[in-house]
């Protein structure tokens, strides 16, 4: 792992908060989202922020910041790594850190539907606004659209992202839309990976605001992989594949995602916990054979 030393971080926020602000200005940028690849490899580290912090069985495993940053730092050093997903707090750490020089830097917007909350649905924008992004100098914005069709609190949740969305688009900010169709069994949410849900949610997400000219749409594998084809011939905007749980079967997420690839509209894939903290531990040999994928 890349070493972090946590009592300098927190040295520095504490004696100089300045850093961070000072820290965007001088990141070196890229010009565009996509690398010379023609493909994104994007790694996401936003869940804990929504209180998501389990990896399988493992409740607690993203709670440790200083290990956290050391596998993020580790997964951005690999070749063919275009950026990072995350909140504030860990893109500031990784921009003291000067971890984030030519990597597309992609804020996340919403975490105020916390994982097993009651009002998770009402799924309030508590992360970067638009405004934040561009004066950061960041890449891209990215928002969760959870849709239950039996919970009120989902019409708020789509007005706001829309209203977001104009707001990314009046900045020339590209923005990822990650929506899903849910509901809840045993009081807990559930999100339905079946063709027809994932259709649907596509749909609804490409239609919101008043342009989707700066909108990409993130989305799952359907449950049935065959069914992928079908399912993102609902919309032309550019997507990326979720990487999302994928329990022990660490090869067969691979060759879920090898087959969405090939899809004319996906342009790549933003994965999180199972290459962070993948079954064998080896986030350099995780991150890798994803790349490859591309």
């Not at 998770?120 to 934040?132: A, Q, V």
């Not at 550019?238 to 690839?261: F, H, M, N, S, T």
């Amino acid at each position: 792992m890349s070493r972090v030393d946590i009592a300098e971080l927190v040295g520095i926020r504490t004696r100089h908060p300045e850093a961070v602000a000072e820290a965007a200005l001088r990141r070196r940028t890229r010009p565009g989202l996509l690398g010379p690849s023609g493909r994104l490899m994007i790694v996401a580290a936003d869940h804990p922020a929504r209180g998501s912090l389990a990896v399988g069985d493992r409740r607690l495993a993203m709670a440790n910041r200083l290990d956290l940053l050391e596998r993020l730092c580790l997964a951005l050093s690999r070749p063919g790594v275009d950026g990072v997903l995350a909140t504030a707090d860990i893109l500031d750490d990784l921009l003291l850190l000067g971890a984030l020089d030519d990597k597309v830097v992609m804020g996340s917007m919403n975490r105020g539907g916390l994982a097993g909350a009651s009002f998770e649905l009402d799924d309030r924008f508590t992360g970067h606004r638009p405004e934040d992004l561009v004066r950061l100098r960041f890449d891209a914005g990215k928002l969760l659209l959870r849709i239950d069709y039996t919970d009120p609190a989902s019409a708020d949740t789509l007005h706001t992202t829309a209203r977001v969305v104009d707001e990314m688009a009046a900045h020339r900010l590209p923005v990822f839309v990650e929506p899903f169709i849910c509901h809840r069994v045993d009081g807990r949410l559930r999100t339905d990976l079946g063709a027809e849900a994932v259709t649907r949610s596509i749909a609804i997400a490409s239609g919101l605001a008043g342009t989707s000219a700066y909108t990409w749409l993130k989305v799952p594998v359907t449950e049935n992989p065959d069914d992928m084809a079908s399912v993102m011939e609902s919309s032309t905007l550019p997507a990326v594949i979720l990487g999302g749980e994928i329990g022990g079967d660490q090869d067969g997420a691979y060759e879920k995602w090898r087959g969405a690839l090939r899809l004319p509209t996906v342009q790549g894939l933003v994965v999180g916990r199972s290459l962070l903290y993948p079954v064998d531990g080896d986030v350099a040999g995780a991150v890798d054979t994803a790349v490859g994928l591309l």
